[in-house]
């Protein structure tokens, strides 16, 4: 389903990433580590077109991504689900339309709209700050707000970057429990984290992208 | 599928209400930018239309003026009674071929007594002067009206060398000189009209778009959580477009309501008063230049919205 | 102590260079507005002066007319001749005793051909018809020209009463109604232009206002992190006012360089003669009258930026 | 040094810190830990006045903070270096910049600025981006030029909000050497986490505000 195939990916000629190639197949659940810098986020950014890859073939639902058209994207992220490392929550809207806005943008009619996200917000426990603005949360609040806004919308491929880096361990047993229950409807989960205890929590397959 | 493009459109709308609502200090402030600056457009229009109104008031002066020959001057009652009736006969034989002329629309005669009157009444300063003089001192004229669509250099010339050219007229008036340079004003006018219009249109279309752009930068990072998450361009330029004509429309309502209350307030104090002593008459803009103005300034919203957005996508 | 102050003096040059530098669009933006609002500020400042000295000319119009009585009218040549002489000595009479009144300049006498020729140069609008009056029939004038310095109302009705007192004389002219109704009309110009520069004063500081907000705005991000590390207020705020003094500045100079480049091209493609056939005569701006805009211009920019700077700290 | 004594905390009259008392002395390395949501992020902010205790009252150097004068509240933040949760960079400076802004601000000049900051960058393993903006940065490189601006002035009490919440092991005990060197160099630390194994790391007193 993603599939790598011997990426380069430099920036100002400084090679982040060096012939890297793996294949994450259907529903697979997948952790991909390496230390800080290693390149975790531009591997992951490269799977929606963020970025493009200096050398090498990324497909994509069986599609090249280098080749994609410019229209064709905002398709291509309504199917992929993304949590950034940085939340990227919209400061001047509340927790409900924040999570809203996925679907919202797929033309999805009101009603069905104001179902799903509640049905989401009580599931990652942030049903009570529906109305609150993200800046009045605390930082592994607005986490789970990204994690609610990628899952809402029930996309194929889920991509999380360090979804748990501000949670303690419990409520990351419950995201990691709410991320196993929709891989096992279907979504292909890819996780990046350098949380072991994560990792052992998930027990899944590691990419190590230093390794590649 | 169409209940979707409805869907979409029902959003676009709110979101537009909902981008105004979250920027209000931005958007009041591009309101205000863009009110000023079509107020300008305004203002300018309205200067324009009065100066030019004002110019062309003399061009609609379409008259010419005849004096007729003295007959010679004898002192005796039953003389002049003679003369009189001499007189009335000459003029109204000029008066009748002058009628033939193709464009003429009325022709008033001034014995000498008319003429005196006529003289004193339009001639305030001199007035005093004047009263002094006798009134058979002053000639007999004639003045001829043309339809103001037949006034043009050549036509006027023409008539002027046919009068010319006739017996017991002394000589045709109408200032030609004046005709000419007032014109050439008029024409002047209406390119500096143009050219300032122009210019106007193209700051406000600058204004405007700086005003969006601001808007834009403000909400770039927005724009791009919008785009990473899957919107299309569509989906972010739409609500853009309906959020900067909806302050078009509010901007250029409220700096034609200034430009009123202003062009009241000056009715009000009289001041026209003193430009009509001047012989200056002003007026307010029709609605078909507060059209123009108004299609101009939606224009101006639009194309900046355009030119500001493009750059983003 | 006073090399932490340069240190400090030195950083917030620093600053304002960076924060410009870091938003030149914005800065651009807020440029371009403020030159707008000034060069509407100066062009109005520039309308204004020239309608102001326009007005002034009819002012300066200092003069009063007095119609001597005509003697009785012999037709022979040694009565002509005596009557001549006759009227000498009463002109001159007259005139030696306005010469003692304080404030008159300077006093001429015009005989009747002078006066004819006078009225013939001054009216050319209807010098056919003055040409068929013979000059016997004009009065004998004399004309006072006042220092401009001794002209009021009072002044000159109490001239014109004594002077109406006098024998020989048989009416003073002084155009009294012109007089009241263009001062009048000065007196409303004045205070037309003191509100349209009042208007445009608070306007600019509005504009200035919201450009500096709206860079604000776009800070206000920094200016939390800033305060939150230990930054002072004067540390935030001084680098501000900096950059707000050399935007307005700079707009300024823009601003002016615009006007004169628009006033030349008017001058060059001779729009002025035209004016000129109006008696009107354009001048530009007195570096006094710049100063003055420039000042109203950097007020505005520090005021701007105090009122949208004081709501954050 | 820094002392809570039954302090309250409420939004919007939902107290999320009930009777929190607290001694923290001169010199000490503490740990403030507690689920996501507990108020961790608040009870630091309030160290440095940047909110309000509801009731109680909290004294640091020996001076009692809800009293301050507006005009103290820089002077008391330029003794107090803060890691901040989601970092608070400057987006349009340099990472030296970035650093040298805590220096700027209190009026130290050049030259000490450039050998100051070269000196804490290396300390972190970023000399090599210090003409990066921190967009171009990694999450966890963004997370170490935040704590070097706040170790740059070198002040006597040190608040990280989650220091190593995007850190790999190795780079998060690389960081943690650096701060216990600051500690035996006098620096007063308390630091916010959920990492067991970083509690584990540090070995120092821990704080647990959901005890209180
Ligand atoms: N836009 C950019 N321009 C220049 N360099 C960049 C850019 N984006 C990332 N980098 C560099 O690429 C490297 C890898 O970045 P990336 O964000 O992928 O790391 P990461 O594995 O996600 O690390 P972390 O665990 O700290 O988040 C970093 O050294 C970073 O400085
Ligand atoms: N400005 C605010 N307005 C309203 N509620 C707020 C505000 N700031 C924080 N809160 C709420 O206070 C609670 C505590 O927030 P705080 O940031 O202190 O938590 P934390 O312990 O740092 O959590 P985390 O580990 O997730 O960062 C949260 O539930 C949050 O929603
Ligand atoms: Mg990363
Ligand atoms: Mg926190």
Not at chain 1, 119 to 148: F, H, M, N
Not at chain 2, 99 to 113: L, M, P, Q, R, T
Not at chain 2, 117 to 145: E, G, N, Q, V, W
Not at chain 2, 247 to 255: E, H, M, N, P
């Amino acid at each position: 389903m993603i599939e790598f195939t011997h990426v380069y990916k430099s920036y100002d000629k400084n090679y982040i990433l060096r012939d890297l190639s793996f294949n994450i197949y259907k529903g697979e659940f997948v952790f991909i580590t390496g230390p800080s810098g290693a390149g975790k986020t531009t591997t992951m950014k490269m799977v929606i077109a963020m970025e493009k890859p200096t050398h090498g073939q990324i497909n994509v639902f069986n599609e090249d991504i280098s080749a994609i058209q410019p229209k064709q994207i905002p398709f291509l992220r309504r199917k992929i689900g993304f949590v950034f490392q940085d939340f990227k929550l919209l400061i001047n809207r509340t927790v409900f339309q924040n999570v809203a806005l996925g679907l919202e943008i797929s033309g999805v009619s009101g009603s069905i709209i104001t179902k799903n996200v509640t049905e989401i917000l009580k599931a990652v426990e942030l049903y009570q700050t529906k109305d609150e603005y993200p800046l009045s949360l605390s930082g592994g609040e607005q986490q789970r707000v990204a994690i609610a806004r990628a899952l809402v919308q029930n996309p194929s491929v889920l991509i999380a970057d360090e979804p748990t880096g501000n949670l303690d361990f419990e409520t990351a047993s419950i995201i990691i429990d709410i991320l196993k229950s929709f891989n096992n409807k279907g979504t292909t989960m890819i996780i990046a984290t350098h949380d072991k205890t994560l990792i052992e929590l998930g027990r899944a397959r590691v990419i190590d992208i230093t390794k590649n | 599928m169409i209940s979707q493009k409805i869907n979409y459109l029902n959003n676009y709308f709110k979101i537009a209400f909902l981008n105004i609502k979250s920027n209000i200090a931005g958007n009041i402030f591009a309101l205000s930018i863009m009110s000023f600056s079509f107020f300008i457009m305004l203002f300018f229009m309205l200067s324009y239309i009065n100066i030019y109104n004002y110019m062309l008031s003399f061009e609609k002066n379409n008259t010419m003026i005849i004096f007729l020959k003295n007959t010679n001057n004898k002192n005796s009652e039953e003389a002049h009674f003679n003369k009189v009736r001499f007189n009335r006969i000459i003029a109204s034989n000029i008066i009748n071929k002058i009628k033939k002329f193709k464009g003429v629309k009325k022709v008033k005669y001034y014995s000498n007594k008319l003429s005196y009157k006529f003289m004193i009444k339009h001639t305030p300063k001199i007035k005093s002067i004047l009263a002094k003089i006798k009134p058979a001192y002053f000639p007999k004229i004639i003045k001829i009206y043309f339809n103001s669509n037949y006034i043009s250099k050549i036509y006027l010339s023409n008539i002027y060398l046919r009068l010319k050219s006739m017996r017991h007229i002394k000589f045709v008036y109408y200032s030609k000189l004046m005709e000419d340079r007032i014109n050439q004003f008029i024409f002047f006018t209406k390119i500096i009209g143009f050219i300032v219009l122009m210019f106007l249109f193209i700051s406000s279309v600058f204004v405007s778009y700086s005003a969006i752009k601001l808007i834009i930068l403000r909400k770039q990072n927005d724009i791009e959580i919008l785009k990473l998450i899957g919107a299309t361009n569509n989906y972010i330029k739409i609500p853009m477009y309906i959020e900067s004509g909806i302050g078009s429309v509010f901007a250029f309502i409220l700096s034609l309501i200034l430009l009123f209350a202003i062009f009241n307030i000056f009715i009000y104090y009289r001041f026209n008063n003193f430009l009509a002593f001047f012989k200056i008459n002003i007026i307010f803009l029709s609605s078909f230049d507060v059209f123009i103005i108004f299609f101009v300034a939606l224009l101006s919203g639009i194309l900046g919205t355009y030119f500001s957005s493009r750059k983003f996508f």
